[in-house]
């Protein structure tokens, strides 16, 4: 299978006013689609620095990364996450004016699918996430966080690309949540043809990820193939 | 996208509310504002009208304004002059009825006759005391038309009935009589006039000398003419045509022959000063002009109130949304449609909040170039504060924004 995601020796600098701090050094790693990879590490190791360099919200200081074949800094970003990645969080960040319905037809307006066809493509996904449909016209603030997160990734299936990436997308749910989640994140990959690319702490997750990269001080290795 | 605009105006009310409501009030303050300044400004271009200047030609020192002796060429530099507005004269004669031998003029010599030009000129006199409708005296005051109104009991008393023709031997006041010596001579000959309306008999009702005739100032004028005489007037006030420009009015005045009042002149008969009553409306224009120039030296702290306001109502109304900007932009929608959508959002309430506001004032203020003004004001204020708000919020990193609503 062809590597979606290919990292050469890349590194960050985050830049301020006054001083340098250097986030990622050297990495190197490449991402297949039908795989979940998970990126585990300490707190500020630079896995979510990382992270953002995938979803192309920053490019890197140093080194090449190639989504597709083509190199980051040479796409359209924004066009990028639109239409081939997808990015969920630990705080979900769904819209908040949005009903849960709303949320997971939003990338498909963006996309401009007719109203209708968004909105029956929008119930089939909250039906893969196991959202009862009694949930649909609620506000986000309305639902648990686990509930939250299977909207969030309900609206990554909508945007129908082929890279999930998550950012400690358990970190606020309880361990019954946890565990649907990382179901759910392995079926986008197994099922869906993802490439799931999860930043974690949660050793759980980790286990359930078919690759597993350490970050450590801004240097990923391979903790298993 | 748009339909992000709906949802957010139907569901954000509060915040939409508190927006709109804000807008409201500025406009409700702005229109106070500059309806203030333009209220002040029209009592100021309607003052001429409400407190109109009053002046009565008189002696020199100004102790009479009747029965003076006012030249013809004073009178006729009056009518013509740009600045004058509202000129009555009369000029008074005496008359007998039919032709009479110049020794027994104490005999016939018992009509009073005056010469005036409008109702105005015939002091303390009223339309209504006139047969005639007020339209037909005017105009007939106003013409040289041979005809005259006559007292109804001189009417009554001499027999005569309206649209008779009758003789008058008329004399006149003559103008080089000392004070106090007031000597009167034959015109010279006879004139016809014909009777067109009565007047009450005022005895009593007016402090002013009551007259038996009267005739169209013209017609007198021409009467003194015919008998190669010159004319002169025994009255004349008029008004000032442009109050605010009094400086222009009073060298004009003194261009025409007309003097300053010199209180301690002898008392004479002629007329060649002129009392100008300006008193009362120097003091109103005085005070509204300083009102107007306070409230416009207040100008640039409103405007800036006003922008600062709609700066700050935007630029935390923009920040507030900040969360949601990062989502979009999370979600691929690039940084200016991102922004632009908020933007929309923003003018749209305050375009709201404008017509709200407009609709309110609509029955106050009816200036459409000022309501338009205030709007124009209020949008850049606001547009200003949302352009700062959003460009401030796209130069931010996602990122950065996602996690501090994290």
Known sequence: ????????????????????????????????????????????????????????????????????????????????????????????????????????????????????????????????????????????????????????????????????????????????????????????????????????????????????????????EVVRA | MFDYVKCSLRRRKAANLVTVGISVMLVLLLNLYFGSIDSYQTQLRELSENVPIFCQVTNLNGTMGNELFISEQIVEALEQSGQVKDLSYMTVMMAGEGDF????????????????????????????????????????????????????????????????????????????????????????????????????????????????????????????????????AGTVTFHVKDPMDLNGFKEEMQEIGLKEIIPEADTSYTGYALVVRDADFIASATHLRHSIELLQSFLPVVCILVLLIGYVVSYLAGNSRRAEFALMRLQGVKKVPAAFLFLTEQILLVLAGNVVGDVLVAPVVSSLPGILAVNGVLLTAYLIGAAAAYGRMSRGSVVYLLSMQQ
């Open chain 2, 101 to 232: 031998k110049e020794a027994e003029y104490s005999k016939y010599l018992n009509l009073y006759v005056a010469g005036a030009n409008n109702v105005e000129a015939l002091a303390e006199m009223t339309d209504d005391m006139f047969s005639l409708d007020a339209q037909s005296l005017n105009e007939l005051l106003a013409s040289d038309r041979m005809e005259c109104i006559v007292n109804e009991n001189v009417l009554k008393k001499r027999g005569w009935e309206i649209g008779d023709r009758i003789t008058l031997k008329c004399y006149y006041y003559d103008p080089a009589s000392e004070f106090g010596k007031i000597e009167i001579h034959p015109m010279g000959g006879t004139v016809e006039v014909t009777i067109a309306g009565t007047m009450e008999d005022a005895g009593g009702k007016t402090s002013a000398i009551q007259n038996d005739i009267i005739i169209p100032g013209r017609a007198a004028w021409n009467l003194f003419a015919q008998f190669g005489l010159k004319f002169f």
């Open chain 1, 1 to 220: 299978m062809g590597k979606i995601i290919e990292a050469e020796n890349i590194g960050y600098v985050y830049q301020s006013k006054y001083q340098k701090t250097k986030a990622l050094t050297g990495v190197s790693c490449s991402f297949e689609r039908g795989k979940v990879y998970a990126i585990t590490g300490k707190s500020g190791s630079g896995k979510s620095t990382f992270l953002s360099l995938l979803a192309g919200l920053d490019v890197p200081t140093e080194g090449n990364l190639y989504i597709d074949g083509k190199e980051i800094r040479e796409i359209d970003r924004d066009a990028y996450r639109m239409n081939l990645a997808s990015v969920i969080y630990q705080a979900f960040h769904l819209f908040p004016l949005l009903t849960v319905l709303e949320n997971v037809m939003f990338p498909m307006g963006l996309q401009h699918v007719p109203k209708k066809e968004a909105k029956e493509r929008a119930h089939d996904f909250l039906a893969k996430v196991g959202l009862p449909d009694t949930l649909y016209g609620k506000m986000p603030n309305m639902i648990s966080g686990g509930e939250q997160q299977r909207v969030a990734i309900a609206r990554a299936m909508a945007s129908g690309g082929q890279i999930l990436l998550a950012d400690e997308p358990t970190g606020n749910l309880d361990s019954q949540n946890e565990a649907v989640i990382v179901e759910l994140l392995g079926k986008m990959a197994h099922e869906e043809n993802y490439a799931v690319i999860v930043v974690t702490h949660n050793e759980k997750v980790a286990e359930a990820a078919d690759v597993v990269y350490g970050m450590l001080d801004g240097r990923l």
